[in-house]
Every structure is written in structure tokens, then in C-alpha cells.
């Protein structure tokens, strides 16, 4: 008997086929998916990086400064998480991954926001600092369109006041270089027209006609007292040369006398040069063929060709002139210092040894801080406003010299006093005037004697910085951190100040001590102090001017940003 066929199964209904890929499907989708709540944050966290990186550009953070930033979140973000069909475990692992990495960048972001406005607060500190310089200098001068560039230095110091991002410092930095920039060239253009004062009265002298000459120095004075931007005192100088050359054109014998006028400006610069020391022989080699060559001249062509000579000979040896100057009068100042205090030492009862009483003059003192702008100085402007303060401490020096033998109690007007507001014209302004002699701050306001209150200033080793400096930040409270490391001699806890008034830039304060209780003569050298913590009242500050806390809450409230800080 033949056996029975065996039924064929029957293949799967297409609806179940259907329902069975959606179910696998559904499976894969969910595994390869991971913790929904995982993709979201990093989805979060990468916008608020790309938030927090608009942010840091609107506010003027350098776009260099993120692009490494932003080449690490273009690389997260064109990652993908890993297949795992059955195990969502991997790909919420990569999300969280993925959202500590952009949290990372938000703080690296964060970090690079800070460090460009520390950085910039700094430079615009320095490039305020180099425009009273030079404004300073130019009043000490006497000459030029001072008011103009008075009211640009209120206008920055208020603009200083509101700042607070990378962008307002770099707005107020450029205008303060162009201004330092124009200051600086209005020397150079003064001299120039000093010189061809000079040279107009030696040419009548000789009888010659100079009525033109008078009119054309008549509207250059008028242009000079016009001047405001350094492209002004460029054009100016451009148009004196030329008419030393017209005055040669209209009259063969201003030859003689022209000729020396130059050849005596080339040859006192050389002298110059060569007392800061700087090698003179290229120099000196083009001044002695440049006289030749005004010797030999017996044409106007040949003459005007010798005066520009001259002309580009000294243009290219004033660059070693100033930057000669500025290295030279940091030591002077040093030599001087050291010469005046050792021969008036301090003797210190307390530790029985002796201490000059103008270190801050010294090399451990300004020096130091004028040294190390050298280190980064390039331009010839740069170097002049070195010059210009360097100018400032010889002053203050000599004023210092002076104050010691006066008498006159430290909370009445000292002539010294009197010398230094005229000197650098700030009969009209707010005045902080402390003495390193008297360890004393006398305040001025519109040349009146307002208060005063003794203080401590900087011991030797880091004295407080003689000279004339601007108010460059104001903040109460804050609290001071020492950037010298725990078990240094300098180190100090994390400190709370009441009130602060940077006076100049690398945390140089004037500043409440509340854990003092003496201040006066004597208190910068090593001392007993009567009731204050010993550990850190016990000498001079760190180069701040400390001041009584209740006597600094009045100094505070009633000084602003245009106060300006002498220390001599």
C-alpha cells in the first residue's frame, strides 16, 4: 500500500511577514538608538558651545584664539555612535561621552574668555600708562595742542571705568597708541622746528632777506598748535624739510648757514649716541662724508643733494638714538639712587642694620619694571615713552633728594609738592602724593591740600614704584592672591581688601591694610607693629601703598578714575 504524502507547510501569510519585519525593525531601531535622554543633552551641550563661541566672538575674543576649540567640535560632531543591533548600552555610553566633551570645550572656551580679558585689560593698562607718559613729558615741555590730547586721556580713563570686555580694551588700547604715537612725533616735529627758528636767525645775521621764511615758520607754529594726529606731525615735518630747500633756491648764500644748521643737529645727535654708549662708527662715518660733501657743494643741486643726505642719515640713526636713551637712563637713574642712598642710609633700631630709603629708584625697584618693557619694546615710539618716564623718575629722584632735609610736618604743604604739580601741570587735577622719605600721602585737589595720612610703602626688596601714574583700576571689595608660591617670604594668603586703587599695572595697589595698626616713617623696614598680625605687619608691603582702612574709605569715596598717583 502505498504510503501517504506528507502536507506541505504552508509559507507565512504576507501580513505576518509584514508584522514580523516592523517587530525586528522596531528591535534594531531601538537598540542603535540608545537613551533617548543621553542624545538630547549632547544635542544641548553643543549648543550652548556654539552659543558660549558667538558669545566670546561678540565680546571680541580673537577668532584664532577659538579656532582650536572650534576644529575639536567639528571632529565630535562628525562622529557617529557605534552599530549594536541588540545592545543600546554602547551608543548611550558614546552620547555621554559626547556630551562631556562639549562640556569640556564650554570650559576651555570659558578659560580662553578670561585669560584674552586678563590679557587685554593688562595691555590697555600699559598703553594708558605709555599715554600719561607722554602727555606728562609734554606738558613738562610746554608746547603743542595739549588740551585736545588732555580731554582723548579723560575720555579713555572714563571709558576705562565701564570696561569689561576684550573689545572695549582693544577700542580704548588703539586710541591710546595712536595718541602716544602723536605725542611722541610731536617732539621730534618741535625739534625740527626749533631748528629752523634756529637757522632763520643766523641767516639774519647775515643780512639776508628772511621774510619769507618768517611767514612760512608763522603758519607751521600755527599748524604744529593745530596738530592732533600723527599723519598731521608727518605732513608737518615733510613741509619744513622742504622749505630749508626753498630758502636755499630763493638765496645761494643761505647755503653756508643752513648747511651748518644741519650738520650742528646731525653732530649733537652723535654726541648723544655716543654717551648711552651705542656703537657710533656707521654713524660717524656718514657725518664726516656729509661735511665733506657741504664743503665741497658749489651748486644749489649739489647742495640740496648733501641736505637730503643729511636729512635721511639722521631719520635712520634716530631709531639707535632713542632706544641708546632709554637703555642709558634706566641705569643712570640706578646710579644715582644707589649714590644718594648710601650716602644717607636708614638705621633700622629693630634688626640694627641700614637701608638705603630710595630703593624704588634702584634696579630692584622701577628698574625692574623699565627693563622689562624694554624686553618687549620695537618701535621707536615705544622706546620714547620709555624715555618720557624714565624722565619722570630722574625728576622724582631729585625731588625725593630735596624733601628729605624739609621739616614741615607730614600733613602740611611741602614745597617739593608744590614743585612736582607745577612741574607736570596738575595744579588742575585730583593729586595722591606719597613720599617715600615721610612714608606720608598728602591729597591735593586743584592744588588745595585736602587730607593726608601716613602709610607704608614697599619694603627694599620690593619697594613701591616711584613716578606719575594713572588710576588704572578701582575695586571694592576684591581680594588679593600672591603669586609667589606658599613657602616663599613673599607669600601671603588669599587676602580680603576693603578698598583698591591700581596705580600701575603687574598689582601695584594703593590700598587699605586693616591688619596693620602702625604706618609712618620707618614702617617699609623690618619693625614691630604695636597691635597688627606681626606676621605680615612686620615690614613693608609688596610694593602697594598701604593705607589705614577708615583713611582709605575716605580716599575711595572721594577720588575717581581721573586721580592721578605720584610717589616720589
Known sequence: MPARPQPRARPPAPAALLLLSLMLLLLLMSACGGDSQARQQASQSKDQLDQLLRYALSIGVPATLLQPIQKQETTLSSGS???????????????THLTNQYKHLQEQTKQVINTTTEQFQARVQQDMQNFQDALTARRVDGFGNLQFFTQQYQRDQNLMATARYPRDYAAISNEAQTNTQALDLMKATHDRLTALQSTIK?????????TAMQAQYQDDVQTFNQAVKPTDFQHL??????????????????????????????????????????????????????????????TLEQYLAVSRQIDADMAAMYPDLVRGEAYWLVNEIDR???????????????????????????????????????SWTYTTEDYQAVVDEEQNELFNLHMMEQNYNDHTPYNKVHQTDLQILDHYHLRSSQVLMVSFTEQA????????????????????????????????????????????????????????INYAILYHWGGFFVHDAWWRVNFGPGTQFPHYDSGGDESFAGNGSHGCVNVQEDQMAWLYGHTDWNTVIVIY
Open 441 to 496: 600721602m598728602r591729597v591735593y585737589d586743584h592744588g588745595k591740600l585736602v587730607n593726608a595720612f601716613q602709610v607704608t610703602t614697599g619694603r627694599v626688596e620690593r619697594p613701591a614704584l616711584p613716578g606719575v601714574w594713572p588710576t588704572q583700576n578701582r575695586e571694592s571689595p576684591t581680594e588679593f592672591k600672591s603669586s609667589d608660591p606658599p613657602g616663599s617670604p613673599y607669600y601671603y594668603p588669599p587676602t580680603h
Open 202 to 210: 643766523q641767516l639774519q645775521k647775515a643780512n639776508i632777506d628772511v
Open 336 to 374: 644715582q639712587a644707589r649714590s644718594w642712598g648710601q650716602a644717607n642710609l636708614y638705621h633700622d633700631k629693630f634688626d640694627g642694620n641700614n637701608y638705603i630709603l630710595d630703593a624704588g629708584y634702584t634696579l630692584d625697584g622701577i628698574g625692574y619694571w623699565l627693563n622689562r618693557e624694554l
Open 237 to 298: 615735518q615733510n613741509l619744513i624739510n622742504a622749505q630749508y630747500e626753498l630758502a636755499v633756491v630763493n638765496s645761494i648764500q643761505a647755503v653756508p648757514y643752513v648747511g651748518s644748521a644741519k650738520l650742528n643737529m646731525f653732530k649733537a645727535q652723535l654726541d648723544d649716541l655716543k654717551k648711552y654708549g651705542v656703537d657710533a662708527s656707521s654713524y660717524q662715518q656718514r657725518y664726516n662724508a656729509d661735511k665733506a660733501a657741504m664743503e665741497k657743494a658749489t
Open 81 to 95: 555612535p557605534p552599530f549594536s543591533p541588540f545592545d543600546d548600552r554602547p551608543v548611550t555610553t558614546y552620547y
